[in-house]
């Protein structure tokens, strides 16, 4: 039987091997999120500047371009001298009156309409000023009808000095005119700039954003995936322990210890290799048993009678050589004979105990009492040897349900196993505790231990670390306790030494009702 691997318990996931790949994913996809959203945001704060210029800047500069064309001209033709003026003129700047005042409405509702509704709260602002720039130029320019209609009548009349008059009155009106609208122009066109050169600063930025959010992206993405095939290698070590225990190695490995699936997976992998290998060590076992147990009945058939037959002439001849004064050298011969014939009827005996081992007639009874008879029954013999009998039983035990004839028989042999580990004498401590839902009574020595690569093969038949025994007390042992539903392991034990640990189920609670009420054993 294989030694008992020690696989710790599945720990507990605190997260999902689902959920950790969903979430390195979810972060990469918030991060690819973030870059489109600010790209979409930069587009539309892009195309709000190109809109605010276009639908908003651009009518008002050409309205505000078209009325300074129509003031400088009408400017010009105002301050010509008299002598100058040809009879159309007259007709000129009436229709450049006319054409400003239309001109002045139309700049007017550029600004307060499509300035105003497509600009920011810098941009409405200008746009009020604006509007109230012009409201009051146009103000200054409301009796310019009267004073130009007494320059027609003056000039009719020839009255160069009533000519001079208007002139001195309207001409400086008009120039003031002009250079207010010029400064309302520069104003707009000042704007212009600024606000272009606030959306190309913008995109510049906008653009170095969006790089530096896309390398982010990109590093982060790199990161989930190297995050992710972390997460996922454990796998491809499952993948080689599972190929490697389909090729037959079932040796104990230590499980993965990441707190996932995998992990539990893989504590749950590793409990069910050494369950395979110890089913198939028992199977093993089994069979070499079943192989004694014929050999046994040949053993019986072949060589008990015979060894009967010798062992009762030797007695007839020790009684011929003692009436013929026979020399002591043929009376050792014949002694010698003797012992060796013992040893083959020994040897006979065990085989036949392996192959005609009875079912066990179980029943619910005190284990710690049997306990104390065996080792007060093997106390004499390990006196002897030099070795003392230490025995602690935790009470009270629960009732066990098991054979006693057997269990006495196991437990007498991992005695002699431990008496015959320390020749030089020492302590054997025989410890009886409850465990779960089981009894353990441990058998422990000190001698020189068992090294970890024979320990594996202690309950094999006819394998011994000793140089005389046939190798069957500990398979036979063993074979009790699987009898019972029971185990019998081999650890080592601390500070030297080895210990057995035989492992009986407790008793079911109608057996044990019947053990209290005082049910004969």
């Not at 959920?19 to 991060?31: G, I, Q, Y």
């Not at 640990?501 to 109608?510: D, G, H, K, S, V």
Request: glycine share 8%.
């Amino acid at each position: 039987m294989t030694a008992r691997t020690s696989v710790p318990p599945p720990v507990t996931a605190q997260r999902s091997l689902a959920t950790r790949v969903l979430v390195s994913f979810a972060v990469a996809l918030v991060a690819f999120a973030i870059t489109v959203g600010f790209s979409v945001v930069a587009q539309r704060k892009a195309a709000k500047d190109s809109e605010e210029l276009a639908r908003g800047y651009v009518p008002v500069a050409l309205e505000l371009g078209e009325l300074r064309a129509v003031q400088t001209t009408l400017t010009t033709l105002v301050e010509k001298s008299p002598g100058e003026r040809d009879p159309s003129t007259r007709l000129v700047i009436e229709t450049l009156v006319k054409v400003r005042r239309a001109t002045f409405a139309d700049a007017r509702a550029a600004v307060t309409s499509e300035l105003y509704n497509y600009g920011g709260e810098e941009t409405r602002d200008l746009a009020l000023s604006l509007a109230g720039e012009l409201d009051a130029i146009e103000g200054q320019l409301k009796d310019e009808r009267a004073e130009f209609d007494a320059l027609w009548a003056a000039l009719d009349r020839g009255d160069a000095d009533a000519v001079n008059r208007v002139l001195l009155a309207v001409g400086p009106m008009e120039i003031e005119c002009n250079k207010r609208l010029r400064a309302l122009s520069d104003r707009v066109a000042a704007r212009m700039n600024q606000v272009g050169a606030d959306a190309e600063r913008r995109e510049q930025r906008a653009i170095w954003q969006l790089v530096g959010l896309a390398g982010f992206t990109l590093a982060l993405g790199i990161a989930v995936s190297i995050h992710t095939r972390r997460l996922l290698q454990p796998l491809a070590r499952m993948t080689e322990r599972a190929q490697a225990v389909a090729r037959g190695d079932l040796t104990a490995q230590p499980p993965l210890t990441t707190d996932d699936e995998i992990g539990q997976l893989s504590v749950a992998f590793e409990r069910m290799v050494g369950a395979v290998a110890r089913a198939q060590s028992r199977a093993v076992a089994n069979e070499r048993l079943a192989a004694i147990g014929k050999m046994a009945a040949h053993v019986t058939h072949e060589i008990r009678n015979p060894l009967s037959s010798i062992g009762l002439n030797i007695e007839l001849l020790e009684e011929d050589l003692a009436s013929a004064n026979a020399s002591a050298e043929a009376r050792g011969l014949l002694g010698s004979i003797t012992r060796e014939v013992q040893r083959l009827e020994h040897l006979s005996e065990e085989y036949l105990r392996v192959a005609r081992l009875p079912q066990p007639r179980m029943e619910a009874d005190d284990i710690a009492a049997v306990v104390r008879e065996v080792v007060a029954f093997s106390t004499p013999e390990a006196t002897r040897a030099g070795c003392t009998l230490a025995v602690t039983v935790d009470d009270p035990l629960p009732p066990v349900l098991f054979d006693d004839a057997q269990i006495r028989q196991a437990l007498l042999n991992l005695l002699r196993n431990a008496r015959e580990a320390m020749p030089d004498g020492g302590t054997i401590d025989v410890v009886a505790r409850a465990d779960g839902m089981s009894v353990v009574v441990a058998v422990q020595d000190r001698g020189g231990g068992i090294p970890e690569e024979i320990r594996a093969r202690v309950f094999d038949p006819f394998f011994s670390t000793k140089g005389e025994g046939t190798g069957l007390g500990l398979a036979i042992t063993r074979q009790i306790l699987e009898a019972h539903g029971g185990s019998l392991t081999c650890e080592p034990r601390e500070g030297g030494g080895t210990t057995f640990e035989l492992a009986l189920p407790i008793a079911p609670a109608r057996a044990s009702a019947v053990l209290g009420a005082g049910a004969p054993r």
